[in-house]
């Protein structure tokens, strides 16, 4: 049974920071991509971050400059790294893999971790 599993989210000031981890466990032989998605309300869920197993990164265009994602292989983890928060930032955040098992490849999805940025 694969899983993953946010945390780190939280209420912060506008112009903070906040890190967000992905752990990924179970029966995992290898992770290809891992990413993050945001989800604000009335809105549809848009990717904000990506890394390959290569280690090529992807940005939405609105956290260029201020969001860094990066992942520990060792630890099947991810993390997003945000910095300069504003209020538009305020979502639920996903964490995305797409994962092998013995099932072979699937897409995973965490449950999400709440980020709010105050004005």
């Known amino acids: 049974q694969v899983q993953l599993v946010e945390s780190g989210g939280g209420l912060v000031q506008a112009g903070g920071s906040l890190r967000l981890s992905c752990a990924a466990s179970?029966?995992?032989?290898?992770?290809?991509?891992m990413a993050w998605y945001r989800q604000a309300p009335g809105k549809q869920r848009e990717m904000v971050a990506a890394?390959?197993?290569?280690?090529?990164?992807n940005y939405a265009d609105s956290v260029k400059g201020r969001f860094t994602i990066s992942r520990d292989r060792a630890k099947n983890t991810a993390y997003l790294h945000m910095n300069s928060l504003k209020p538009e930032d305020t979502a639920v955040y996903y964490c995305?893999?797409?994962?092998?098992?013995?099932?072979?490849?699937?897409?995973?999805w965490g449950l999400g971790t709440q980020v709010t940025v105050s004005s």
């Open positions: 995305y893999a797409r994962i092998k098992s013995g099932l072979g490849y699937l897409d995973y």
């Open positions: 179970g029966n995992i032989f290898s992770i290809n991509t």
């Open positions: 890394i390959t197993n290569g280690g090529s990164t």
